[in-house]
């Protein structure tokens, strides 16, 4: 079988990798045991950090004020140095807020909006 003549071959590379022993060990520690014991696991520690309602009570009425706070020196167009400063607070408010609650902590995603 002929290919075209513009044809360029490409590289090629191996079908199998080494499997470093360090792979090895990582993947020996995440499925250790039995899978319905890895699940149980995994479901376990949520439950008990949403059961304290006072705390989370507490902490969503200081995110409100931190978040009228923050709001209003947006408002008056205070030193960008004191917003970030409040606006950090109102952020370490949220996640302790989402701890009390029992939600995932969830990782920061960047940029919002179009790819260009």
Do not use: C, N, W
Request: glycine share 8%; charged share 40%; no cysteine.
């Amino acid at each position: 079988m002929m290919l075209a003549p513009p044809h360029k071959m490409g590289k090629s590379s191996t079908l199998v990798e080494e499997i470093k022993p360090a792979f090895i060990t990582r993947l020996k520690a995440k499925y250790a045991g039995k899978q319905a014991d890895r699940k149980e696991k995994e479901e376990a520690p949520a439950a008990p950090a949403g059961q304290d309602k006072e705390l989370a009570t507490k902490l969503e009425k200081e995110v409100a004020e931190q978040g009228d706070k923050v709001r209003q020196l947006k408002t008056d167009k205070a030193e960008k140095a004191v917003i970030d400063v409040e606006v950090k607070k109102l952020i370490d408010m949220k996640k302790q807020l989402g701890v009390a609650l029992g939600q995932p902590e969830v990782a920061p995603g960047g940029k919002k909006g179009k790819k260009k």
